[in-house]
């Protein structure tokens, strides 16, 4: 035996999961241990799948920046083994890490593996599609075939675009389309379309024309108009698939709705699961406690700023004329300011109470009125930040008009109170340091001030 058998021998020998020194060092990304190891390899050499079924092809094209040590093994090798688990192929892998610059280098040499499908019949861009992010990586692969964007997979039928819509990829839908228009027009095996995924999302695309334009996509109004009336397995159009996910207008179908997205749930692509349907699962218990919180904050803000109306800083002129009752500080741009945030809080923290009284019914009803329950939720939170951030407003002018004679202490009482707002993303460190500084201000610059 030669030397170069010799070594040729010994590059070959695997461990107890199959894997040889040149699985080893693709699935580390060492190039320059890679491009020794092909030194001495046989061209004709197949190297074969590990009990992972995983080639070393396969195991480079999985890392992210693969895209040289890829060129390596396949300008190497006449014939290299591109084989994963699952039936999966190296361009599914590099899909999967989202690597454009390996499924350029592998289409260069591979061209023919877009159309591969994994054991479920997914292609390279079925991956790509139902991950989502990986634009650069779609482009590439309809750019080498456009075919592969109207393959349908084992389980579903669904089409690229379809998995894309169904995981609301949005930017991965108008890239697809982009490229592919009519691709719109292909249903899966229960008749659902692009319209029908994006209504089970609750898509904030609006169902019509304009959805096909974005991007500067363009289809005939026959192809929208087919895809509006088509009515799927369940005979519900896009439409009121839309309606009933997000008002429950059409309570006889919602119970078959709630099932098919169960099933859509239980699917998996590229091993990661379909993104969940439901709403965020929050206990009855604590959505009561949040509602108790934001009622009792609401009430304290339109009772201190009632009082703050009818006892407005520097108080009224009381001799007798046409300006008795009136604010002596009514002419001062910071007054003037006080009393429009003070009024907008009230209004805001008294609507936050219209708006938990109007709905108190939705917290003691069962969970199909949970959607309902959130929506309340997030309003009544919205006016009631909005309420908190005009008192402070309120807060920090009252005190600055009052203030006003003593120029730096009216500017350091207007700092202070806008604070509130920076507190939360303090350490503790940081709220010691914003301590010291307050009382350093309060103990150097204020008495200036005073003399």
């Known amino acids: 035996m030669d030397q170069v058998s010799a070594v040729r021998e010994m590059l070959r020998i695997t461990d107890q999961e199959c894997n040889t020194a040149l699985h080893e060092a693709a699935g580390c990304g060492n190039v320059e241990v890679v ?7 046989d061209p004709e050499f197949p190297y074969s799948a590990n009990k992972k079924q995983e080639t070393p092809l396969y195991i480079a094209a999985r890392r992210r920046g693969s895209g040289r040590l890829l060129t ?12 994963g688990p699952h039936g999966r192929t190296a361009l599914h892998a590099a899909a999967m890490a ?24 997914c292609t390279p861009l079925h991956y790509a599609a139902h991950l989502g992010g990986r634009f650069s990586v779609v482009e590439e692969l309809l750019k080498r075939d456009v075919s592969a964007a109207y393959i349908g997979d084992k389980k579903k039928g669904m089409t690229p675009l379809l998995m894309a ?12 389309l982009s490229l ?8 899966d095996n229960d008749g659902l379309s692009l319209l029908h995924y994006l209504a089970f999302r609750g898509s904030s695309y609006p169902l019509e ?3 096909f334009r974005r991007g500067g996509i363009e289809i005939v109004y026959g192809s929208l108009r087919n895809l509006m009336k088509l009515e799927g397995a369940f005979g519900m159009t896009p439409q009121e698939v839309y309606n009933a996910v997000q008002y429950e207008k059409h309570h006889h179908k919602q ?7 169960e099933e859509i749930e239980n699917d998996q692509v590229a091993d990661k699961p379909v993104r969940p349907f439901g709403l965020p699962t929050i206990s009855t218990a604590s959505l009561e406690k949040k509602r108790e919180g934001h009622i009792i904050v609401a009430g304290l803000i339109a009772t201190v700023t009632f009082a703050a109306a009818i006892t407005v800083p520097g108080g009224f002129k009381s001799e007798k004329g046409s300006e008795q009752g009136t604010p002596f500080l009514i002419h001062e741009a910071a007054f003037k300011v006080f009393i429009i945030s003070n009024g907008l809080a009230f209004i805001l923290s008294l609507s936050t109470l219209s708006v938990y009284l109007r709905t108190m019914n939705f917290f003691s009803s069962n969970s199909k009125q949970r959607r309902k329950i959130l929506i309340t939720k997030l309003t009544a ?4 930040n909005g309420a908190l951030i005009a008192m402070v407003i309120a807060f920090s002018t009252a005190n600055y008009v009052v203030l006003k004679p003593s120029h730096a202490l009216a500017i350091a009482s207007c700092l202070v109170g806008p604070a509130f707002i920076f507190t939360p993303l303090l350490t503790r460190k940081w709220m010691l340091i914003f301590v010291w500084i307050s009382a350093y201000i309060v103990n150097v610059f204020i008495p200036f001030s005073l003399v």
Do not use: M, W, Y
């Open 35 to 41: 491009k020794a190891l092909l030194e001495f390899e």
């Open 72 to 83: 390596l093994l396949l300008d190497k090798f006449k014939s290299t083994s591109h084989g």
């Open 98 to 121: 989202g690597d454009a610059e390996a499924i350029r280098v592998i289409l260069k040499k591979k061209g023919n593996l877009t159309k591969e499908r994994d054991e479920d019949g």
């Open 165 to 176: 819509a169904r995981q609301r990829n949005a930017q991965t839908v108008s890239k697809i």
């Open 180 to 187: 592919c228009p009519d691709s719109c027009e292909k249903v």
């Open 209 to 211: 024309l304009s959805l």
């Open 255 to 261: 119970e078959q709705i709630d099932k098919l997205l």
């Open 381 to 384: 939170k919205n006016l009631l």
